[in-house]
C-alpha cells in the first residue's frame, strides 16, 4: 500500500506516472498512482493532479476534481 512508502518511495512512483502521462502510454493507471500518492501525502503528486483536472487533459475536465487536488496540494505543501 503506497501509504506505508517512504518520501522518498512516494518522490519516485510520482516521477514514474507523470513520465507515463507525458509519454501516453497507460494513463489511467498513472492518475490511479498519482492519486495514491497524493492521497499519502505528496505534494506535487496533488497539484499535478489539480491541473490535469483543471485543464481536462486526458481527463474529463472537473472542477470539483480540480479544487479537492488544489486543498489536498495546499494541505501538504
Known amino acids: 500500500m503506497i501509504q506505508h ?3 522518498h518511495e512516494l518522490e519516485h512512483v510520482y516521477a514514474n506516472a507523470v513520465n507515463t ?3 501516453q502510454k497507460n494513463f489511467q493507471d498513472a492518475v490511479k498512482e498519482l492519486e495514491e500518492v497524493a492521497k499519502a501525502g505528496h505534494g506535487k503528486a496533488a497539484l499535478f493532479l489539480a491541473e490535469l483536472y483543471y485543464q481536462g487533459f486526458r481527463v474529463e ?3 470539483l476534481k480540480a479544487q479537492y487536488w488544489q486543498k489536498m496540494a495546499t494541505l501538504q505543501a
Do not use: L, P
Open 5 to 7: 512508502f517512504t518520501q
Open 21 to 23: 502521462i507525458q509519454s
Open 61 to 63: 475536465r472537473d472542477s
